[in-house]
């Protein structure tokens, strides 16, 4: 019998080769936004601590009118922290409201090792706040600039037509949900859900997040007497830019998790150096 009839038993092998996935502007934006968000946040979370509490209107000043609340409650010598969201009442001692800071309790809405400066200082949280916020609008600029300029929204984020089918993205959610990741030439272009989602907070949550900052200036509003209209009102634009904020913490804490579950040093390294590794399915040997 000829060697060639004997049929190839072996299993295939796979192949793993690096592919360009991210530009240097790309990366670099994306490290700075990175470190933009972390003190955006930190500092944000000082600046509420003077007033713990969200309203809706045009002002928003009395305690029992806020729809949001975190505060103290003292029960004899016994201080209680809580959280209020409408008629929901959440004990939160330790954390919220009380926490435990050089071993008293310290009545703080949010507790000192999650705001910068970790002391109670709202000049200083706003001076913070408001140097990253304005590094993170030029450092949004620069990004938009590029990917006009290079085309990296029409060719990486828009989703073709096909993706936006309904049993596609029922598809990729339930992929997503067993942690199964694209994997050959499918992982070389981000999935729908990926690029619904960047879409979203590029050109959703972000520039949001920028326009009731501003319109909580009381500078700015004079000069730009739409922004509090165009949002309700000071009080307003504060609510939906904490809202905002929460839903950025939820999507970097949900884009972190994805990182790690696809790959993390692939994916570190495709954000640092710009090389991206894929495996094809090889042929046999």
């Known amino acids: 019998m000829s060697t060639s009839s004997i049929p190839n038993t072996m ?10 996935r991210h530009s240097p502007t790309v990366r670099a934006t994306h490290w700075l936004n990175v470190l933009c968000l972390s003190f955006l946040l930190l500092s944000g979370l000082q600046i509420f601590n003077a007033h713990p509490r969200l309203y809706w209107g045009k002002y928003g000043a009395d305690p029992d009118a806020a729809f949001l609340s975190i505060g103290t409650r003292q029960t004899g010598s016994v201080s209680q922290g809580f959280l209020q969201v409408g008629p929901l009442h959440i004990e939160t001692t330790g954390f919220l409201g ?12 949010f507790p000192a090792w999650l705001t910068i400066p970790s002391y109670h200082d709202l000049g200083a949280g706003r001076r913070w706040h408001f140097f990253f916020a304005w590094l993170l609008v030029l450092n949004g600029l620069l990004y938009l600039a590029h ?13 073709s037509g096909g993706q936006l089918a309904l049993r596609h993205l029922w598809h990729e959610v339930l992929d997503h949900a067993r942690l199964r990741f694209a994997r050959g030439e499918e992982a070389r272009r981000y999935n729908a859900l990926q690029k619904l989602s960047y879409l979203v907070v590029v050109f959703g949550l972000l520039p949001l997040m920028v326009l009731t900052g501003l319109t909580m200036s009381p500078g700015l509003d004079a000069v730009f007497h739409f922004l509090p209209d165009l949002f309700g009102g000071r009080a307003s634009a504060r609510t939906i830019h904490f809202v905002t904020a929460f839903l950025l913490v939820s999507f970097v804490v949900v884009h972190v998790v994805m990182v790690i579950a696809s790959g993390l040093w692939n ?7 710009g090389q991206y590794a894929i495996t094809d399915e090889g042929t046999r040997p």
């Open 11 to 20: 299993p295939p092998t796979a192949r793993q080769r690096f592919i360009r």
């Open 98 to 109: 009380v926490s435990d800071e050089g071993g008293s309790a310290t009545a703080r809405a």
């Open 147 to 159: 990917g006009f300029w290079r085309g990296h929204f029409r060719r990486d984020l828009v989703p």
């Open 267 to 273: 994916n570190l390294r495709s954000m640092l150096t």
